[in-house]
């Protein structure tokens, strides 16, 4: 199935396919350097996932990648600091062990042995300094894939890999854009959640909630508001979008320092400034989900 992941939908049971599908966009890539190139979207008329037709050589695409030069800073750290609250409010404490896969240069990781999580480890196979396979020989009490799953070939099996890692009564956290909240008819809106060509399959909250429990995992807590808003003024991303948009709307602004403009004293800039936060983004989502404990067996009979 995942070779013909290109024109059939690789998550369902009941996969749609390209040919049949009533939403299909075309949008361009949201990093500067492949601003130009454009790249078909469709959503699968039956679990609702999207997913990216254009097969390219990625390892192009990956050379320059904005976030492979992520460097801590004080807006990170406070974004950080929320994801965090989310795990400590799922049970997070300082004893366990947590593994983010796929954390690229190792960010969390980072902030998390800052504030005393020294058992937290990070996974990334594309970065020398985190692709240690000896890390996935073992399972954690937390698991973190965030903005991981939408970029794999296989989103299936990266999933049944991460549940593996989880220890038993553990927790996965997994944060994605949530297909369902976005529209196709309004590509250039969720150019950022579509973030071509490097989401290659983007999944609905209702088939990965459904995956993961026909897995046996539990949900704990599921948001659907991005962990990076905030009520502090200019942090929110509804106005981090319209920034943005004032200039090339690419995702490589995330990481530059733009100067001021008069436009940020337009009305709808200074609402969206302060109160943006109150309209909330719903197209990204997390899901805590929590793995059973096996039942004790009995003279070899499981209970």
């Known amino acids: 199935m995942i070779a013909n992941s290109k024109r059939h939908c690789c998550v369902c049971d009941n996969p749609g396919s390209l040919d049949r599908a009533t939403e299909v966009a075309e949008v361009n890539s949201n990093v500067r350097q492949f601003a130009h190139e454009r790249f078909t979207v469709w959503r699968c008329e039956n679990c609702r996932s999207l997913h990216s037709y254009n097969s390219p050589d990625l390892d192009r695409y990956y050379r320059e990648y904005p976030f492979t030069f992520q460097t801590p800073n004080l807006s ?63 399972q954690y009490d937390f698991v973190v894939l965030q903005d991981v799953i939408e970029h794999s070939e296989n989103p299936v099996g990266m999933l049944d890999e991460v549940i593996d890692l989880t220890a038993p009564g553990g927790i996965l956290c997994l944060g994605s854009p949530n297909a369902e909240a976005i529209d196709l008819g309004r590509p250039q809106m969720y150019i950022h959640s579509l973030h071509q060509p490097y989401h290659r399959n983007i999944l609905s909250a209702g088939i990965l909630r459904s995956l993961a429990c026909h897995r046996g995992l539990t949900v704990e807590k599921f948001y659907d508001v991005y962990y990076a808003d905030s009520y502090r003024p200019f942090a929110n991303v509804n106005f981090c979008h319209y920034y943005a948009r004032l200039f090339d709307n690419t995702l490589d602004m995330a990481f530059e320092t733009y100067p001021l403009t008069w436009r940020l004293l337009k009305p709808r800039a200074l609402f969206l400034a302060f109160l943006g936060r109150f309209k909330p983004n719903l197209n990204e989502m997390m899901f805590l989900f929590r793995k059973p404990i096996p039942k004790p067996k009995l003279n070899g009979i499981q209970s």
């Open 76 to 138: 990170w750290r406070l974004i950080t600091n929320n994801y965090i609250t989310r795990l400590r409010k799922a049970g997070l404490c300082r004893r366990h062990t947590l593994l983010d896969y796929g954390c690229g240069s190792g960010l969390l990781v980072d902030e998390l042995h800052r504030k005393g999580y020294y058992h937290a480890v990070g996974y990334d196979p594309y970065h020398e300094k985190f692709a240690h396979p000896a890390i996935l020989t073992r």
